[in-house]
Each structure stands twice: as structure tokens, then as C-alpha cells.
């Protein structure tokens, strides 16, 4: 069973930054794509960042310039560097993975239980 686990979300003011932090546990075999998605109240959960392995990182419009996703492929973990964050920014985040657990299986998407951003005015 894999599960990830996300840490990192705070209240913060408009302006500052914080580091958002996701580890898949359990049975990885290999990780296709990690990422960050989002979704503020009364929206659509919406695509902030994703990183494939070996391809290019994609990152929504409104945070370009402002987010930095990375990896750590020895610990599956990925992390989201947010800075200049602003009060459109407030939303629960939530990691994204698609990975397999054996060579024999098709990759599968797992998503984190979410993590609370604030971004006070």
C-alpha cells in the first residue's frame, strides 16, 4: 500500500513563503510523475506544478515566476518551494504520484490526504 504523506501548509502573510513537502511510502517501484495540485473553496481541484522523470516541469500561469517543484528521487519525495505568496494562493494543496509497485503493473495515480495554505492579506 502507498500512501503520501504531505507536510508544510501554515497560515502565512501575503508576501512570504513557505515549503511544502509530499513522501510516498509503502511499495514504490518507480515514480513516473510527481506534483502539486490545488483547490480553494467553492473551485476546482486545479494543476499548481508537476514534474514527470526525465521531462520537463509544468507549472500553472499563476504561479510561475513564484513556485519552484522538486525532487528527491532517493526519498520520493517532492517539495514546493513557494515564495510572494498572495492571498489567491489560499487553497488546501495536495500531492499528486503516478507510480508503479512492480515492474509487472501499469503506473496508478495517488493522491495526499491535503494540506491547508493560508495566505492572509
Known amino acids: 500500500q502507498v500512501q503520501l504523506v504531505e507536510s508544510g501548509g501554515a497560515l502565512v502573510q501575503a508576501g512570504g513563503s513557505l515549503r511544502l513537502s509530499c513522501a510516498a511510502s509503502?511499495?514504490?517501484?518507480?515514480?513516473?510523475?510527481m506534483g502539486w495540485y490545488r483547490q480553494a473553496p467553492g473551485k476546482q481541484r486545479e494543476l499548481v506544478a508537476t514534474?514527470?522523470?526525465?521531462?520537463?516541469?509544468v507549472y500553472a500561469d499563476s504561479v510561475k515566476g513564484r513556485f519552484t517543484i522538486s525532487r528527491d528521487n532517493a526519498k520520493n519525495t517532492v517539495y514546493l518551494q513557494m515564495n510572494s505568496l498572495k492571498p489567491e494562493d489560499t487553497a488546501v494543496y495536495y500531492c499528486?504520484?503516478?507510480?508503479?509497485?512492480?515492474?509487472?503493473?501499469?503506473?496508478?495515480?495517488?493522491w495526499g490526504q491535503g494540506t491547508q495554505v493560508t495566505v492572509s492579506s
Open positions: 514534474l514527470p522523470s526525465g521531462g520537463s516541469t
Open positions: 509503502g511499495i514504490v517501484f518507480s515514480i513516473n510523475a
Open positions: 499528486n504520484a503516478q507510480l508503479t509497485t512492480s515492474r509487472w503493473l501499469k503506473a496508478t495515480t495517488y
